[in-house]
């Protein structure tokens, strides 16, 4: 992995916010999933940084960012303001964007908000909370279901399955399901998934993952309208093995944009990086060069 320098900014409402830059070249603004997870666990993407400057946001609230005055600015849509400070900080007109996991929503808010400071942007396994584009339970359980017949799967499945309806039903899953059913979310439950993993709760903000989606956060019919306006070319790429989104779920997504395309990485899961580096990398690098 390349070496590292970090950086702060000042945001709107006078927030520090910490970004991590990787590699040379053209800056790429990368926004972290988690949601509210500090952007260390994004590593260099693969090695996407080998043709890429990379700045790794880090939300406010994790990593090395603070802990923002008014707690209700976790909610994604303040947070908007935060990707157009740093895109002001760069001095650049218009940014590349790559967005992650729940920060698709982010990164969806943000081009419906500023759509020509946006040129580029690749939304790698993305929920899509912000445009009503949601899984099913009982389409959930059918993919991972084809992972059945050897452990660890058998008993995650279970475990997400059970995770699920406590979801149904209006509640929380139990902390030790959630947990189980962790390598369902990789490609592979090998070493590298397995430590990448242990790191998340060390990483994530609890109490702003909470608020982060809260009541008033979304209006998908403005927000669908307004990304039909978008001129930017978009990436929507799904990992094979994911459930949120599945491969499916990512075609209608990149339907809602004028320049939008949708591909799939065989073997991967929701951290598509970690499964197939090498292709990952070449993937979007060949996006945010061409896009296509």
């Known amino acids: 992995m390349p070496s590292t320098s970090t950086f702060t900014f000042t945001s709107y409402d006078g927030t520090e916010l910490a970004c991590h830059v990787q590699g040379e070249g053209e800056p790429l603004l990368c ?12 590593g260099d993407l693969g090695g996407l940084s080998a043709g890429r400057r990379l700045v790794l946001l880090d939300l406010r609230g994790t990593g090395g960012s603070a802990i923002p005055a008014d707690p209700a600015t976790y909610r994604v849509d303040h947070q908007v303001a935060d990707v157009e400070a740093l895109r002001a900080h760069l001095g650049v007109e218009s940014v590349d964007l790559l967005a992650h996991s729940a920060a698709g929503n982010l990164a969806l808010l943000y081009a ?32 991972v279901r084809r992972r059945g017949g050897g452990e660890p799967y058998d008993t995650a499945i279970a475990a997400y399955e059970r995770a699920l309806a406590a979801f149904a039903a209006g509640g929380t899953p139990d902390e030790t399901d959630w947990a189980a059913s962790v390598p369902l979310f990789y490609g592979r439950w090998d070493e590298a998934a397995r430590a990448h993993a242990a790191l998340s709760p060390a990483q994530k903000n609890a109490a702003a993952a909470a608020a982060f989606a809260g009541p008033g956060a979304f209006d998908p019919p403005a927000t669908r309208a307004a990304l039909a306006q978008v001129t930017a070319e978009v990436l929507v790429l799904a990992g094979e093995l994911d459930t949120n989104p599945s491969p499916a779920l990512a075609a209608r997504l990149a339907e809602l ?36």
């Open 31 to 42: 926004l972290p999933g988690g949601a509210m997870r500090a952007s260390a666990y994004l």
């Open 112 to 143: 419906a908000a500023h759509p020509r400071r946006v040129r580029r942007m690749a939304m790698i396994t993305p929920t899509c909370w912000a445009v009503d584009l949601t899984e099913s339970p009982e389409t959930r359980l059918a993919e």
């Open 257 to 292: 944009f004028a320049h939008g395309v949708a591909d799939v990485q065989r073997g991967a899961g929701h951290f598509p990086w970690l499964d197939e580096a090498p292709w990952f990398a070449a993937r979007v690098e060949r996006f945010l060069r061409t896009g296509a």
